[in-house]
Structure formats: structure tokens, C-alpha cells
């Protein structure tokens, strides 16, 4: 089969597309307005997209309000969505006003963070604060503006939950990150495999 984005086969009955590139980490990002709302909410277009220094990206489809913030304050945090959170990380993608804080409202417990204004998720396994470097809108092949955001940060500050650490390294089975699949699912991970790199030998 092959198809383009606008004419979808009719057979598809929903865009494959996020169920093509999954699984996507979830970025439970908090940020805070200049009111002094705390927001909280999942995106799943979302990654890391530096080591050294590293930086995280979401993207925001419409300016919402993680996005705005972000904006506003040039500060974001991310929270690690791990399997005992996933209901809550769940809630809180609701479509809440902006004068609503999420952690509020969803009675998730919050926690300072060190180096940057918005809370933290407290029971997260990881969280890293993060200011905002690039901020682009993204425009069609046309040059028509899409009205998606991508937001970069640098990570100035890493928390992590001690219990997750494990000989010195942060532990995916003990830390079970929930990860986004298409349509309606989302996955765990359970069956890890190492590979060693190899050196060009050619
Ligand atoms: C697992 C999951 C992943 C999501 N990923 C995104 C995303 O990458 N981009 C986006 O714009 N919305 C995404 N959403 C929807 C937002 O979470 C939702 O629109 C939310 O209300 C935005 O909150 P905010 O306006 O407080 O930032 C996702 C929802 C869920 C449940």
C-alpha cells in the first residue's frame, strides 16, 4: 500500500502514522504560567535530541498551554512516565482551562524544583529541569505555517528516584517507563537485550 498523508486509504480508519513510529517516549512536561498556574500534561512528540549538552524537544500541536509557558518563562520540566503514574499522566492530558493547574486537580503531588520555577512530578522515577534555547514553528512544504510548536531545552538540573539506580545506572526495569504506541495504546518495556557497538574494522 502507499498513500499520501492527505488522501489516506480508505481502509485505514485511523492514521497509522503515530502507530508507525512507536514506541514514543512520553514527556510528562510541567511548566509554570506567568499567573502562577502549574500545568502538567503528556506528549508523546517528544525526545532527546542532544547528549552534550543535553537537550529535550516536545512539540505542541496548537499553542498550548505547556507550550505557551514554556514561551512565557523559558523553563519546562520533564517528568518520567512510569507504569504506577501512567492513570495520572493519562488524566492529566484532559483539556484543562488555563487557569487550572493539573497537579491540582488531579491531587498529583508536586515537588520544587532546584534550578527552574515549575514543580516536579514527586513520585516520578526522573525528572529533568530544562530552559528553553529554541522555540520553531514549523511550516509546511509550501511554507505555510503549521501551528506546531517545537520547543527545545537544555537540561541544567537531572533528578532521580535512588531506588531506580543499579550498580551505577538507571535501571528501565525497576524504573518502567510507559511508552506511547498508536492509536489507543501504549506500551511497557519488558524484554531488554544488549548489543555492543561495534568498532569499524573495515
Ligand atoms: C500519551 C499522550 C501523548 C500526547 N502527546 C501530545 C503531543 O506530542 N503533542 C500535543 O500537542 N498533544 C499531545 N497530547 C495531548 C495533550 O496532552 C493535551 O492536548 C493536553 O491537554 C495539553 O495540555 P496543556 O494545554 O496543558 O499543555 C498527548 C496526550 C497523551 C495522552
Not at 516536545?58 to 512516565?81: C, H, I, L, P, Q
Not at 497537579?103 to 503531588?109: L, R, S
Not at 531506580?164 to 511508552?179: T, Y
Amino acid at each position: 500500500m502507499f498513500y499520501t498523508p492527505e488522501n489516506r486509504d480508505p481502509s485505514l480508519k485511523y492514521d497509522p502514522i503515530k502507530a508507525i513510529v512507536a514506541p514514543r517516549p512520553i514527556g510528562w512536561i510541567s511548566t509554570l504560567s506567568l499567573d502562577g498556574v502549574a500545568n502538567l500534561a503528556p506528549y508523546s512528540f517528544f525526545n532527546a535530541v542532544g547528549g552534550m549538552p543535553p537537550m529535550l524537544m516536545f512539540a505542541s500541536e496548537g499553542f498550548k498551554d505547556n507550550a505557551r509557558n514554556a514561551v512565557d518563562t523559558g523553563e519546562f520540566v520533564f517528568n518520567y512516565a512510569s507504569k504506577s503514574l501512567s492513570e495520572e499522566m493519562n488524566l492529566s492530558s484532559a483539556n484543562a482551562p488555563s487557569d487550572v493547574s493539573e497537579f491540582e486537580y488531579y491531587g498529583i503531588e508536586t515537588a520544587e524544583s532546584k534550578i527552574v520555577a515549575p514543580p516536579r512530578v514527586a513520585k516520578a522515577n526522573a525528572a529533568m529541569e530544562c530552559k528553553v534555547t529554541s522555540v520553531v514553528e514549523t511550516n509546511d512544504v509550501e511554507g505555510n505555517l503549521t501551528g506546531a510548536f517545537v520547543i527545545i531545552g537544555q537540561v541544567v538540573g537531572v533528578h532521580i528516584n535512588d531506588d531506580m539506580l543499579r550498580d551505577g545506572r538507571f535501571d528501565v526495569n525497576l524504573a518502567e517507563p510507559v511508552s506511547r504506541l498508536g492509536y489507543m495504546d501504549f506500551g511497557l518495556t519488558s524484554d531488554l537485550h544488549e548489543m555492543i557497538r561495534p568498532d569499524w574494522k573495515g
